[in-house]
C-alpha cells in the first residue's frame, strides 16, 4: 500500500512537469471566423511591421500620453472592435458643412463633435443650427486592397451621366488634399483635385490621412501630420510618434481581406446570382483589381470587395444635410460588404448597418436605400421570401 | 527619483541577506540552535494575524526571526488558439523578518521580489505597540485589510498557482501604504472578534485612466509616489470586522474608501472631490465531518468617474472567488508524516463595469469568469506541489464573442 501511495506521488510529480498538455486548450478559430489577421504572403520585415501597428491599433492613450482634453475614444480599437464594424456606444457626429463651400462652423469646433472631455474639462456640444451626420466605424479590413485600386479603374467604373441608362451613376470624389500624402503612382488630377476614396463620404485619400485624422479628431491625439488641438486649435507638439502612425498605416495595409464561408452551399450561390439580377452588383462590384503596390503580396491582384468606391445618391431617406468635401449631403461611398456576415461579432451580437447604424438588420439596411438604388430595392422586394432568404444568406456568407 | 528609491530599497534587500546569510553562519559556528517555529498554516488564527502566524527561524537569544517563501512554476496556456508555448516563472521571492523590540514592540516586515528582481516592493514594514490584547497601535507600511487575500496572500497557504482574479485584478492585492491605525481582538469562549482600522494613503486618478482601458484599482500600485506624499492630500479609511468560532469558521466585513483623484494643485480647483469606495466580505470554514476546507471573498467598488469621461471607465464593480478544498489522502508519504494530498476546485468572476450603456441601454460586458480544478500535495503543511487546470472565458466592454484561454500550470510554493 505504502509503496502504491509513493508510486502514486512520483507520478503526480513527473505528471507535472511534463505537463506540454495540448489537451484542454483551446484550439484556433478558423480563419473565415475571424477579422484580425495579416494577408498572406508578406515577407518578415512587412510582418514585424504588422506586429507593430497591430499593438499601436490596440494601444490605449491615457490622459498623460495625450488623450483629449476632448475626444470620444482612447483607442482605435473600442471603434474598430477585433478591425470590425463599430458599435453605436462610440458613434460620433459631425456637423457644420452643407455644401462644397467648406465647413461653416471651423471656428465653432467642427468638423467633428468631441462628446466626452477628461475630467476637469467640458465636452463639446452640437451648435445650435449646424447641419449634421452621425457616423458609426466602418470595418478596416483589406484596405490594402482598396488602397490600390488604380484612379483609371474608378474612373472606368463611374458613369457621372448615366450613359448606360441604368439609373445608376456613380461619381468618383474629386477632392482637395492635404500636403503630408503622397499621391500613388499614375493618379489622375482634374483641376487640381484627386480622387479620394476612404470614409463613408470618401472623404480622404489614402489610410495616412484617414489615420492622423483618426488620432486627432477621434482621439485628441495630435501628429506631426494633425498638429492642432482639437479644443484650443492650437498647434501642439506630436503626442503620437511619425513612427507609430507609419507602422498603424502599415497594418491597415496588411490586414486580410474578409474570407467568405459558405460558398458551396445551393441557397448562397443563387443568393449570389440575384445579387447581381436586381442591381445590387452595379454599385457593390464583386470583383476589382489592383495595380502596382509596393508590397507584392498586393500588387497586382483580383480581390472581392463588394463596392465601387464611387458616391452615389441614395436619396432623401439618408440625405442628413451634411457634407465633407465636394460631396453631395445626400451622396454615399458604397461601402464594401465583404465581411457582413461577421459584424455582429463586432457589434456586441447585434447589427447596427449603413452611415449611421439605423439599420438593425440587413434586410432594414435594403430598404433603406433610395435614389440610385431605388430601382433595385424595388426589385429587391418583389422577389419571392424564399428568394429574399436565399439573398440574405449570400450577404451573411461573406 | 524613482531610480534612487529602487537602488535604495536594493540596498535594503541587499543588507537583509546580508544580515540572514550572517546569521545563519554564525549560527552555525557557535552551535547556537536554531528553533524553528513550526505552525501549522493552513490553520490561521484570524485573516489579520496572518503577517506573524508564519513559520519563522527564531535564533537563540536572538530577538529576531526570519522567514519568508518562494513561488514558481510552469505555465502552457492558449488563448483563442494562440498559444505562447511553455515557460517558467519565478514568481516571487518574499522575505519577512520580525523583531520583538521589547515586550510589548514588535516590528516585522515583508519585502517581496517578483519576477526575478524586476519588481521590489516592501509589502508590509510596521511598528506594532501593544497596549492591551484589544488595543494595538501600528505605523508604518501596512497592508490595507479589505477582505482577506490581501493581509493573507503567502504562496504556500494556497492549493492554487494563480491568486483569485476578485483579489489581483479587482482589488489591489498585494496593496500596501504608509500609515497608521489601531486593531485589536477580543474573546469569549469560541468566539474571537477583531477589528482593525487604519489611515493610510491611497488611490489616484490611474484607477480611470490606464492601460487596461476599464476602471482598475490594481493600475495604483504601479505609482510609488504613494509611498511618499499622499496624491491629494486625503487619507484612505480602510476597516474590517472579523469574527471567527472555532467550530464554524470565520466572517470578516471590511470596508476602504476615499478620494482618488487630483482635486486641487496649488489651491486651484481641478475637479470636484471624486470617491472610491470598496466593501469586501471574506468567510473560511472547514467542514469538520469530511475536512472539506472553503475560503471565499466578494468585493463590491464604486467609483465616481466624471459623467462626461467615457463609460469605458465603469462606476460599478463587482468580484468574487471560492476555493473548496478536499483533502482525500493525509498520511505518511515518502517518510514524510503527515502529508497531504488535496483535490481542489476554484471558482472566479470578475465584471468590472456594470450597467448598460447610455447609447443603447444594452449591457455593458467587461466581465470575466475561470474554473481551476486543482490537485495539490503537501509533504509538509509548509510546501506545495501544484497542478491546476485553469478555463477561463472574458468579453470586451460590447459583449462580443467571449475570449477563451486554458491554461495548465504546475508549480511549487514553499516556507523557507
Known sequence: MK??????????????????????????????????????????????????????????????????????????????????????????????????????????????????????????????????????????????????????????????????????????????????????????????????????????????????????????????????????????????????INDVVAYLKTLKEPIPRDQNDPDVIVGKELFTQIQCAVCHIPTLQTGFSPIEAISFKEFHPYTDLLLHDMGAGLDDGYTEGYAETYEWRTPPLWGLGLARDAQGGQLFLMHDGRATSIEEAILLHGGEAEQSKNNFIQLSELEKEQLLKFLESL | MKIYTSIYIKQIILSLTFTLVTHSLWAQEVDSIKVRTAIDTTKTELNMDAVYNRPFLNFKKLPVALGGYLEANSIYSSEDGVSEGLSFQARRLTVFMSASISKRIKFLTEIELEEGGKEIAIEFAALDVIIAPEINFRGGIIMNPIGAFNQNHDGPKWEFVERPDVAVNLLPATWSNPGFGIFGKMHQDNWTL??????????????????????????????????????????????????????????????????????????????????????????????????????????????????????????????????????????????????????????????????????????????????????????????VFRLNYRFQEQTDILNNPAAKKASWLFGLSTYF
Not at chain 1, 460620433?92 to 462628446?115: E, K, M
Not at chain 1, 488634399?177 to 485619400?205: C, E, H, T, W
Not at chain 2, 470565520?250 to 472610491?276: A, C, I, P, Q, W
Request: with cysteine; glycine share 10%; net charge negative.
Open chain 1, 3 to 244: 509503496s502504491i501511495i509513493n508510486i502514486c506521488f512520483l507520478a503526480f510529480l513527473i505528471l507535472g512537469f511534463l505537463v506540454s498538455c495540448e489537451e484542454g486548450l483551446i484550439d484556433a478559430p478558423q480563419e473565415n471566423e475571424i477579422l484580425d489577421g495579416p494577408i498572406e504572403g508578406l515577407t518578415t520585415a512587412q510582418q514585424i511591421q504588422f506586429l507593430n501597428g497591430d499593438l499601436a491599433f490596440s494601444d490605449v492613450f491615457t490622459i498623460d500620453e495625450g488623450l483629449g482634453p476632448i475626444f470620444i475614444a482612447n483607442q482605435c480599437l473600442s471603434c474598430h472592435p477585433g478591425d470590425g464594424r463599430g458599435s453605436p456606444f462610440v458613434r460620433f457626429t459631425r456637423f457644420g458643412q452643407s455644401d462644397s463651400s467648406g465647413n461653416q462652423f471651423l471656428d465653432l469646433g467642427g468638423p467633428q463633435l468631441q462628446h466626452k472631455a477628461i475630467p476637469g474639462f467640458q465636452p463639446e456640444e452640437l451648435p445650435d443650427g449646424a447641419p449634421f451626420a452621425d457616423f458609426i466605424a466602418p470595418p478596416v479590413t483589406g484596405l490594402g486592397f482598396l488602397d490600390a485600386v488604380s484612379d483609371a479603374d474608378l474612373i472606368a467604373l463611374s458613369d457621372p451621366n448615366d450613359s448606360n441608362g441604368d439609373g445608376i451613376s456613380g461619381v468618383p470624389h474629386w477632392n482637395s488634399i492635404p500636403d503630408y500624402v503622397s499621391l500613388r503612382p499614375n493618379s489622375v488630377q482634374q483641376n487640381g483635385m484627386y480622387i479620394s476614396r476612404f470614409g463613408k463620404k470618401a472623404n480622404s485619400y489614402d489610410l495616412l490621412q484617414q489615420t492622423a485624422g483618426a488620432y486627432n479628431q477621434d482621439m485628441g491625439v495630435t501628429s506631426l501630420f494633425e498638429p492642432h488641438d482639437p479644443l484650443t486649435g492650437l498647434e501642439e507638439d506630436p503626442e503620437v510618434s511619425t513612427q507609430v
Open chain 2, 194 to 383: 477583531g477589528y482593525e482600522a487604519y489611515l493610510t494613503n491611497g488611490f489616484d486618478g490611474s484607477i480611470i485612466d490606464n492601460e487596461e482601458n476599464k476602471t482598475f484599482l490594481p493600475a495604483a500600485k504601479a505609482n510609488g509616489e504613494r509611498f511618499e506624499e499622499s496624491n491629494n492630500g486625503q487619507a484612505l479609511i480602510t476597516g474590517k470586522i472579523a469574527l471567527k468560532n472555532r467550530t464554524i469558521g470565520e466572517l470578516g466585513l471590511s470596508y476602504m474608501g476615499g478620494v482618488y483623484n487630483k482635486f486641487e494643485e496649488d489651491g486651484l480647483t481641478l475637479d470636484k472631490k471624486r470617491r472610491v469606495d470598496v466593501f469586501a466580505i471574506d468567510v473560511n470554514t472547514t467542514l469538520k465531518k469530511f475536512d472539506t476546507y472553503i475560503v471565499g471573498e466578494a468585493a463590491f467598488v464604486k467609483v465616481d468617474v466624471p459623467e462626461t469621461f467615457t463609460q469605458q471607465y465603469g462606476e460599478k464593480q463587482f468580484g468574487a472567488f471560492i476555493d473548496i478544498v478536499q483533502p482525500i489522502l493525509k498520511r505518511n508519504v515518502l517518510n514524510w508524516e503527515n502529508a497531504t494530498l488535496n483535490l481542489a476546485v476554484r471558482f472566479d468572476y470578475v465584471d468590472w463595469n456594470i450597467g448598460s450603456f447610455n447609447e443603447t441601454q444594452t449591457d455593458i460586458g467587461e466581465d470575466l469568469w475561470a474554473i481551476t480544478p486543482a490537485i495539490s500535495f503537501r509533504p509538509t503543511s509548509q510546501t
